[in-house]
């Protein structure tokens, strides 16, 4: 129990670094872009974000874990450090480079051949992100969570400064300039300020983090590269998988639906899915504290126990986050614009996906403790074709909504795929079955206060913070009778 407090503790801090600056980021930025900016303006935004996924993917190549990995013998820890750094400065530079110079084709394969400047400040974006996950990787197997989180903040914050003065102040000032801030600023280029503003916080980020990218003595050693790739790079093609499930609606939804109504549809689709990433916000706090916690614990002879109640814990804590999101949409709903609403039925379902997706990231240790990388790819490209088959199959038909039943039914797959490739790896007894009367009950108090006619918004928080509480009572109950009989066994 000391343990999961401990995991707990740097998962809060990390929060400072996650929740903190998205909430900032959808309660100014979003909320913002979703009263100024059309449907289809909106899906340029959405559309390019989610090729920034797969590139960050690409760009970063499993080396965050790999030096996680190979950064446990303290002796190393300096070799590993500038060899893994060195390696993502060289292909991030080379990817800037290279589309730059092919311009023209990358905008056009992207649909954007009138934008070739949103793709250049895009391009900018991804490989600057791509070279500061390393030195933020050391922050976190530092456990300097605090450092982490405020230059996490300090990023989002400004963003948001960058946005407001763009397309909030700039367009005032045009109006009432007749000298040079006309030469400069095009209240035209409308998204392309989003990029720009972004392009601005991530200049900003290398530059805070510039401390611990200069290095006294730095090394390359070669051989070391070769092993860390040969642990990394399955681990690339296992991203690559799981990016297609988090990001391949964005991207196909657009041709599916039409160049004509294709923008405005994942508009509206990406705006209601930002509601329901809040869940995925608490997953990746806890992500960005587990991970190094996992591979630090490993050595230790109860490792396996510490895991099963990491997820025992875990599982509780986002239902409740689950129950949170969904009970209080009709507060949630006011981030995006009321034009974007429409899409809020899918908040319930993605954000299921994401509590599946939390489960598997728990469970996914056992091969990266076990230097079996190989079956991540195994169980991603399960999951991914599952994503790829009901998109294609089903868009068609149900539109967006098909998507969101994507992230469930692919999430779903992996983590059954994985306990089933760990049972004779790496088992650990979780316990899964102990679990099913809390997601039911979950499922139960979201779709009561769905279709349950409230006759007031009072009522409806009186309601659902009743059943909020009811779920945090039955949780506690439970796992005190759970606890007792295993103490008699």
Partial sequence: MNEVRTLAKQTMVYGLGTIVPRFLNYGVVTLFYTRIFTKAEYGIITELYAWMVFLLIILTYGMETGFFRFSQNSKDYDKVYSTTLISLLATSTAFLLLVNI????????????????????????VAIDAFTAIPFARLRRENRALLFSAIKIANVVIIIVSVIFFLLIAPGIYEKSNGWFREIY????????????????????????????????????CKLWKRMMAY???????????????TLDKVILRRMMGEEDGLAILGEYGAGYKVAVLMALFIQMFRFAAEPFFFE???????KKTYAEVMKYFIIVM??????????????QYIIGKDFRGALGIVPIVAMGYLLYGIYINHSIWYKLTDLTIFGIY???????????????????????????????????????????????FKVDYGMTQF??????????????????YPGIIAELAVNTALILIFIAFAQYRDNILTLVSRKK
């Fill in 102 to 125: 092919f311009i023209r084709p990358v905008s056009a394969f992207l649909n954007y051949s009138n934008y070739p400047g949103y793709v250049r400040m895009f391009a900018a974006i």
């Fill in 186 to 221: 095009d209240p035209d280029f409308g998204v392309g300020y989003v990029f720009l503003a972004n392009l601005i916080g991530s200049a900003a980020t290398l530059i805070l983090l510039i401390p611990f990218i200069i290095l006294k003595k730095p090394v390359f050693d």
């Fill in 232 to 246: 990394s790079l399955p681990l690339l093609i296992t991203g690559l998988s799981g990016s297609v499930n988090d």
């Fill in 297 to 303: 614990r490993a050595k230790q002879s109860d490792a």
């Fill in 319 to 332: 239902l409740i986050v689950y129950l949170a999101i969904n009970l209080y949409l009709s507060g949630f």
């Fill in 379 to 425: 169980i991603t490209m399960i999951g991914a074709i599952v994503t790829v088959l009901i998109n294609v199959s089903l868009i068609p038909v149900f539109g967006y909504l098909a998507s969101a039943w994507a992230h469930v039914a692919s999430y779903g797959s992996m983590i059954i795929m994985s306990f089933i490739f760990a049972e004779k790896r």
């Fill in 436 to 453: 099913i009367p809390y997601f039911a009950l979950a499922i139960a108090m979201v779709l009561f206060a769905r279709y349950f006619n």
